[in-house]
């Protein structure tokens, strides 16, 4: 009897698992049931090697910038160090914040508002004393700096590129001989899940991430 409940719970477990590999894998299903977070496939693959940070930085007519964020009042963060901005992962409320800041300040005309994405490894996160009984070299960050919206004076979107981490993902992808090769080969094909198709990525300037840089000078608020 023992035997057989235990060969049950075996088969019922792997059973579930692989109800959610195949609903994972033809996008049937994934999202039904809140329970489904459990046994999809891609429970964490969400998360990056990068933290991020963004700063809006506004061009006046004279060629100035001026930083928009943190705002001279403050700013809101409700989880850690990171501020309201920082959490607009799709830039869907930047341009309404900017728009924000720039109407409650005094300042010369302003002809465009940039969103600049900050990136750089997590590894850099340690505490001192944590980096020295891992690494031999000195602790020194790497940011890496990638304009991804750019708004008029209004807070309308004019240009939208893709995070930084989507860029090197695609550009590792497109540069990878293996798969260059087999697209030269390869067929067409049904894809299942439209969502997941690959583009190559968009408005990313030579020299953005030829290694560390600084924030852009600003003027002031």
């Known amino acids: ?17 692989g109800m959610g590999i195949v609903s994972h894998t033809l996008s049937f299903g994934n999202a039904s049931h809140p329970a489904m977070f459990y046994v999809v496939w891609d429970m964490f693959c ?7 940070r963004q700063h809006l930085v506004a061009e006046g007519i004279s060629g100035n910038h001026y930083l928009l964020t943190p705002a001279p009042w403050g700013e809101f963060r409700p989880y850690g160090p990171a501020s309201r901005t920082d959490y607009d992962n799709y830039a869907v409320h930047s341009g309404r914040i900017a728009r924000n800041v720039l109407r409650h300040t005094k300042h010369e005309p302003i002809v465009r508002v940039y969103l600049i994405e900050e990136s750089w490894s997590k590894r850099y996160n340690m ?9 031999e070299e000195e602790k020194k960050k790497n940011s890496y700096f990638n304009t991804r919206v750019v708004y008029n004076e209004q807070g309308q979107q004019l240009q939208w590129n893709d995070t930084f981490t989507s860029i090197v993902y695609n550009r590792d992808l497109m540069a990878d001989p293996r798969l260059a090769r087999y697209r030269r080969v390869s067929q ?19 020299g953005e991430f030829d290694g560390a840089v600084t924030i852009p000078t600003v003027s002031g608020n």
Not at 4 to 15: D, K, P, R, T
Not at 46 to 52: L, N
Not at 127 to 135: A, N, R, S
């Open 1 to 17: 009897m023992k035997r057989s409940v235990a060969v049950a719970i075996i088969v019922g477990y792997l059973g579930v698992l």
């Open 46 to 52: 969400g998360w990056s090697g990068y933290e991020s």
């Open 127 to 135: 505490p001192d004393y944590i980096w020295k009984m891992q690494f």
């Open 188 to 206: 067409p094909h049904f894809v299942v899940s439209p969502s997941q198709l690959i583009t190559p990525a968009s408005g990313v300037q030579s």
